[in-house]
Every structure is written in structure tokens, then in C-alpha cells.
């Protein structure tokens, strides 16, 4: 067997976003829960990646957070951001492994949609050389549409994020089913370009087996879900049942 049909085999790579940790911890504006606490644990229950966003509003993710990380948890660190100078000055400095360059709209709760790659082609495109030039990877966070990812790879990213949202929200199941297929078809058009796949968003506990099954999507990033069991059943238990939910591929 090839190395590259041995990849499609093994599980994807789990990379645990840590914000909401922080997002309780700003609630008092104080020292606990610490993110970089709870990143170990996740690293020690099988995390193979830690991801933070560092929103322009600091609402959770702090700058120093991003450099305690970077400085302590051994695993690649995959730091979120938008396209905003004074993020982009940050990540630049403190040279996360790699970066996943999102939308943002302060009024969000969460990121709500893939970044438009198309209408922000030459930034995008400088921000990729840039990091490139520091040895950080770059992905782009965008909705599994074609036109999104000809332009990912057009610009030289290495990886692309697809959004899971629209999956994750749908409840008819002949709406899932869709869904999964669009991901599915963005996932082979983008690794047929030579990009790394990724998906996340939405992902939990009960939606999670069908996209790990995708055996172009060599990688999930998953938050929310992971810390809110946590509180009831602590953060290395939470990571692992999620590891042990993406374990097994069926066969396409
Ligand atoms: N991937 C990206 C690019 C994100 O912006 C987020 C949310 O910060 C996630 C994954 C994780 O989403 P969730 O917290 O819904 O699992």
C-alpha cells in the first residue's frame, strides 16, 4: 500500500481549540482557568494540535496566552486570526507552527462563514508569503465551495479549513446528507490541489463520526464541544472520548 493511501486510513489529527477556557477566566478577569493549563491536559490525552483565535477584541484569547502556549505545549500550535494588522504583527512575532486566517465581525458569537478568499486574493496571497517567509503554514478557513478552494490554492496556502457549520446546523437528514456530500466533494477538489484538508466548527460528541470518515480530511479542529463536557467530565476525559470517536475510518 502507498504512503499516501496508508495516510487516508489513519484517523485524522485532533486539534483542540482552547478560547473557552479563556472565555471563563475573562469572566473574572483573572488567572484561572488558565488556557495553557488545560491545553497540557488535552496534549496529554492524545490532542495533536492546540488551536487558539486571537480575535481583535482580545475577548478571550489574550496575546500573552498565544506566547505562554507557543513557549510551554508540545504539540504544533495553530493560532486563528483574521486578516487585522495588529493580529497579524502578533502571529509574526511569536511564530506559531501555523496560522488558519479567518473572517471576523465583532458582533459574532462565533466565526459565522468562511473567509472570502476570491474578494481578498492579493492580501491574502501577501499575508501567505509573509508567514511562509517566517516558516509558518498557512491555511484559510473557508466554505466547502469550489470557486473558495481554487483560490485557496491558487494563493499559495498550504492547508485549507473547511467550514463544518452548515453540516453541523443541518437537522432533516436528507439536509445532512448534503452537506456531508459538499464537504466530501471540496475535500477531494482540494487535495487533488496539493492542499492539506482540514474541517472543523459545530463538531461534537453526536455529528462527528461522518466527517471523520472523510478520507481526504486529514485533520478536525474542535472546541466548544470538547470544553463544555469538560466541565462535567474534565478535560483529558472529554479529549479522549473524542479521540476514541474519530479513531475508526469505515470504508468510503
Ligand atoms: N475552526 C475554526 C477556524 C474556528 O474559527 C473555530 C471556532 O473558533 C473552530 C474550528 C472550532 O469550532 P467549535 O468551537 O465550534 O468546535
Redesign the pocket.
Known sequence: MTRAALSELSPPRLGV?V??IATVRQARLGDSPDPVEAALACVRAGADRI?C?LREDHRHIQPRDVERLRGTVHVPLNL?LSMADEVVAVALRLRPASV?L?PERRQEL??EGGLDVRRHFARLKRLVKQFQNQQIAVSF?IDPIEDHVIATARSGANQV?L?T?RY?RAVAPAQRKAELAQLRRAAQQAKRRGLLVAA????DYHNVAPVAALREVAEL??????IARAVFVGVEQAVREMRALIQRRPAA
Open positions: 481549540n478560547d473557552h488551536v483565535h486563528e488558519t479567518v462565533t466565526t478557513f479549513e467550514h457549520g453541523a472543523g466548527h459545530g463538531l479542529n474542535i472546541g466548544f464541544s470538547i
